[in-house]
């Protein structure tokens, strides 16, 4: 699977970033922007190919990621890492200096940087630390903010906070995680597959 569409990745990616919505192919067509035979097309591929699994309720088919298949979570990793390489140059500039950071276990840039680039006001960050780390946490933002123009603006969750607040459908939290992960992709996938299973 080596070779996959835009559309495809969308899919998965919709998918893993959306745990608390439920997708059939109607639904899930609106969400990339694509026809409804489309992405009812790649659904079945994607099932046949063991990534997604199907479940049937009332009269429509509604999909989820099968991640409890090692195959379909590295697939998912490959796809999470394959936007980080993907994006636009300057939203680029922003994953690498973020790489930088050693305090957080997951890092998610998302807001008005991933569609406005260097239109954006300041630069959305999600990050997931314990509390032993957080101190440290705050002195790397510091420091990040301190020789940039445009300052990040960090939303700290523990790991405990970010599985509560997506459990209770915070929409910032919600909001945060469709962005782009820069770190931390095999806990990010880890916690979605929790979640999923609480539905």
């Known amino acids: 699977m080596i070779d996959i569409t835009i559309n495809e990745m969308n899919f998965i990616l919709k998918l893993i970033k ?24 790649i659904a079945k591929k994607l099932e046949k190919e063991k990534i997604v699994n199907s479940k049937q309720i ?32 300057y939203v680029r500039r922003w994953i690498n200096e973020l790489k930088k950071i050693s305090s957080a ?25 314990s509390n032993k780390k957080f101190d440290h946490l705050k ?16 939303i700290y969750q523990s790991g405990k906070d970010l599985e509560k607040n997506i459990n209770e459908k915070d929409k910032v939290i919600l909001n945060a995680i469709r962005g782009v992960v820069i770190i931390g992709e095999d806990k990010f996938i880890e916690l979605i597959k929790n979640e999923s299973n609480k539905r």
């Not at 989820?64 to 998912?76: G, N, P, R, S």
């Not at 002195?139 to 960090?154: A, C, F, L």
């Open 58 to 89: 009332g009269k429509g088919i509604y999909y989820t990621l099968d991640l409890k298949k090692d195959y379909a979570a590295q697939y998912v990793k490959f796809l999470l890492n394959r936007e980080t390489e993907q994006a636009h140059p």
């Open 105 to 129: 276990d997951i890092i998610i840039l998302f807001g008005s940087v991933l569609t406005k680039y260097e239109g954006a006001n300041d630069i959305d960050v999600l990050l997931i630390t």
């Open 18 to 41: 959306n745990p608390r919505e439920e997708f059939n192919a109607r639904t899930m067509a609106k969400k990339i922007g694509m026809s409804h035979m489309g992405a009812l097309k």
């Open 139 to 154: 002195k790397e933002i510091e420091s990040i903010n301190n020789i940039n123009i445009k300052k990040i603006h960090p």
